[in-house]
T-cell receptor, first 114, second 119 residues
Framework: ETGVTQTPRHLVMGMTNKKSLKCEQHLGHNAMYWYKQSAKKPLELMFVYSLEERVENNSVPSRFSPECPNSSHLFLHLHTLQPEDSALYLC?????????????FGQGTRLTVV | AQKITQTQPGMFVQEKEAVTLDCTYDTSDPSYGLFWYKQPSSGEMIFLIYQGSYDQQNATEGRYSLNFQKARKSANLVISASQLGDSAMYFCAMRDYLSGTSGTYKYIFGTGTRLKVLA
């Protein structure tokens, strides 16, 4: 398997549920990202991990909890979400300082909170 | 702070024609990188083309070219010979160095332009 893989692709959850989004990259990158994409808004950067250490947290509510157990895996744990959290959640990875400068994205998880 | 502006929410182009998607940016860093991504309805962001601030020539990748005007802080994407499969959202992005990290960057995106190619 190559590239960035996100699971699940679609998720419907109630406001009292707890769920997790998973991201896996097989590119050997050292940085991983979570973005939120809502309708008619720019992609919002949520978290950045560099070498498994969180280096950026853009004032994201605590109901979103990231986890990076190793350089290939990134999780986003969700609990007590609100309907406005419904969005496409994109995971990305990049190699800082490497020859390839772009970020590589997964296909996203489309989350609906009911 | 870095910012990306895309002023065209939607564009139409006839198949086989060329189209230009606008992007302006704002940064105080002398060294920066600009990217264009395509997002089909499936959701995945697909990298198209990259332009570095010190690159002497405009970037080209197949049917994609970047009209880079540094003084005007614009980095417009030109798609030549449009195809029906080009219908998608297009995002302009800038890479911003995260201070205090060992070469880690974050990517800042504009609001995107939805392109529709007409048969």
């Amino acid at each position: 398997e190559t590239g960035v893989t996100q699971t699940p692709r679609h998720l419907v959850m109630g406001m009292t549920n707890k769920k997790s989004l998973k991201c896996e990259q097989h590119l050997g990158h050292n940085a991983m990202y979570w973005y939120k994409q809502s309708a008619k808004k720019p992609l919002e950067l949520m978290f950045v991990y560099s070498l498994e250490e969180r280096v950026e947290n853009n004032s994201v509510p605590s109901r979103f909890s990231p986890e990076c157990p190793n350089s290939s895996h990134l999780f986003l744990h969700l609990h007590t979400l609100q309907p406005e959290d419904s969005a496409l959640y994109l995971c990305a990875s990049s190699q800082g300082g490497g020859r390839l400068l772009e970020a590589f994205f997964g296909q996203g998880t489309r989350l609906t909170v009911v | 702070a870095q910012k990306i502006t895309q002023t065209q929410p939607g564009m139409f182009v006839q198949e086989k024609e060329a189209v230009t998607l606008d992007c302006t940016y704002d940064t105080s860093d002398p060294s920066y990188g600009l990217f264009w991504y395509k997002q089909p309805s499936s959701g995945e962001m697909i990298f198209l083309i990259y332009q570095g601030s010190y690159d002497q020539q405009n970037a080209t990748e197949g049917r994609y070219s970047l009209n880079f005007q540094k003084a005007r802080k614009s980095a417009n994407l030109v798609i030549s010979a449009s195809q029906l499969g080009d219908s998608a959202m297009y995002f302009c992005a800038m890479r911003d160095y995260l201070s205090g990290t060992s070469g880690t960057y974050k990517y800042i995106f504009g609001t995107g332009t939805r392109l529709k190619v007409l048969a």
